[in-house]
């Protein structure tokens, strides 16, 4: 640990904004590069979530002058680009966790992690992406995700069914969007996010989203392929029941009848979106078991205290002559 501090520095980028916004409310202390052109990663604290004062933003320039006893990866170009331009060698050699996102891009179940071979620790955030990576001989964690509860909102005054996805139209048929177009024909679907479009309702500001989101009578995720939205834990915190694709980690946490429904035929999804229109007090019902579900499985004080754990292990673990040689 860092000898002038009894709270952990860690050092990492700006990736995901609601992810970073849940990892910053533990009992630690983040720092994240800014650069002139607020390139990826290299955003700052931006206006959209309310950062503690454990949030920091460095100048890209002046990283290599700090003081920090973890590094954490949350991208491929941060691993394989962005540690050598903007840490130093003595960074570099600081105890390192790679935070994988997501599933594999590639091919699904043979894709090796691209940390393979090193001594970093891999962290997937749901059981389905650790499944599908091959870790390799990797020190592998899963940390499911932790969301602030924001209190229960939900009225399902409004006969519409909600999709909230960041940039649905460029992503294409991996995150649903041919399915949200399929399925709007037949049920009315609201869409918000940056950058949707023509097709939605852009974007909805996170602090304004649970009363806004609460209006609507279910949210439908149409993703095919990839983690367990962190969208779809805060809708059922906020107490709406949820609508989806029987794939990925969505399996796990969504069982038919009670907090939602779930499949892989378009036109039984249909069916249980009409259903849930027609019976407001039944969606009002699933609603409430997504909301105790939910708190219970995503709570934030479980997700930083695993954080927390393994931060703490990983420094632990570090040679005190490789964390403060030069």
Same mark, same amino acid.
């Given at each position: 640990?860092?000898?002038?501090?009894?709270?952990?520095?860690?050092?990492?980028? &700006?990736?995901? %904004?609601?992810?970073?916004?849940?990892?910053? *409310?533990?009992?630690?202390?983040?720092?994240?590069?800014?650069?002139?052109?607020? #390139?990826? %990663? @290299?955003?700052?604290?931006?206006?959209?979530?309310?950062?503690?004062?454990?949030? &920091? $933003?460095?100048?890209?320039?002046?990283?290599? *002058?700090?003081?920090?006893? +973890?590094?954490?990866? *949350?991208?491929?170009?941060?691993?394989? /680009?962005d540690q050598y331009e903007v840490l130093s060698p003595r960074q570099r050699d600081l105890p390192k966790i790679y935070l994988q996102h997501d599933p594999p891009w590639g091919h699904p179940t043979d894709t090796v992690h691209i940390a393979c071979? #090193?001594?970093?620790? +891999?962290?997937?955030?749901?059981?389905?992406?650790?499944?599908?990576?091959?870790?390799? *001989? +990797?020190?592998?964690?899963?940390?499911?995700? %932790?969301?602030?509860?924001?209190?229960?909102?939900?009225?399902?005054? +409004?006969?519409?069914?909600?999709?909230?996805?960041?940039?649905?139209?460029?992503?294409?048929?991996?995150?649903?969007?041919?399915?949200?177009? $399929?399925?709007?024909?037949?049920?009315?679907?609201?869409?918000?996010?940056? $950058?949707? %479009?023509?097709?939605?309702?852009?974007?909805?500001? &996170?602090?304004?989203?649970?009363?806004?989101?609460?209006?609507?009578? !279910?949210?439908?995720?149409?993703?095919?392929?990839?983690?367990?939205?962190?969208?779809?834990?805060?809708?059922?915190? @906020?107490?709406?029941?949820?609508?989806?694709?029987?794939?990925?980690?969505?399996?796990?946490?969504? /069982?038919?009848? !009670?907090?939602?429904?779930?499949?892989?035929?378009?036109?039984?999804?249909?069916?249980?979106?009409?259903?849930?229109?027609?019976?407001?007090?039944?969606?009002?019902?699933?609603g409430t078991n997504a909301r105790r579900y939910a708190l219970e499985r995503f709570g934030i004080r479980r997700f930083v205290q695993e954080w927390e754990k393994l931060f703490n292990q990983a420094v632990e673990r570090q040679p005190l002559t490789?964390?403060?040689?030069?």
């Amino acid at each position: 640990m860092n000898a002038s501090s009894s709270r952990l520095r860690i050092f990492t980028w &700006h990736i995901h %904004g609601s992810y970073l916004y849940y990892l910053s *409310q533990g009992n630690y202390d983040l720092y994240i590069p800014v650069n002139k052109e607020r #390139s990826e %990663g @290299y955003y700052g604290r931006g206006t959209t979530f309310p950062f503690g004062p454990n949030v &920091h $933003e460095v100048d890209a320039d002046s990283v290599q *002058q700090l003081d920090f006893d +973890l590094i954490l990866f *949350q991208t491929t170009h941060n691993y394989q /680009r962005d540690q050598y331009e903007v840490l130093s060698p003595r960074q570099r050699d600081l105890p390192k966790i790679y935070l994988q996102h997501d599933p594999p891009w590639g091919h699904p179940t043979d894709t090796v992690h691209i940390a393979c071979g #090193s001594d970093v620790t +891999l962290v997937h955030v749901t059981y389905f992406n650790k499944l599908m990576w091959d870790n390799g *001989q +990797l020190d592998t964690r899963v940390i499911e995700h %932790g969301v602030v509860d924001r209190g229960y909102t939900y009225t399902g005054e +409004l006969g519409k069914g909600l999709v909230i996805i960041n940039n649905l139209p460029q992503r294409g048929r991996m995150l649903g969007f041919d399915l949200f177009l $399929e399925l709007r024909e037949h049920i009315p679907l609201d869409l918000v996010g940056m $950058e949707t %479009g023509p097709y939605g309702l852009s974007e909805v500001l &996170h602090p304004e989203l649970p009363a806004f989101a609460g209006k609507y009578r !279910f949210l439908f995720n149409p993703i095919r392929y990839t983690s367990m939205g962190l969208a779809v834990c805060e809708a059922m915190t @906020y107490g709406m029941p949820i609508i989806g694709l029987a794939t990925t980690e969505m399996v796990r946490h969504i /069982r038919d009848g !009670f907090n939602g429904f779930l499949d892989l035929d378009p036109k039984c999804l249909i069916d249980k979106m009409m259903f849930l229109l027609e019976n407001r007090d039944l969606a009002t019902s699933m609603g409430t078991n997504a909301r105790r579900y939910a708190l219970e499985r995503f709570g934030i004080r479980r997700f930083v205290q695993e954080w927390e754990k393994l931060f703490n292990q990983a420094v632990e673990r570090q040679p005190l002559t490789s964390l403060y040689s030069d």
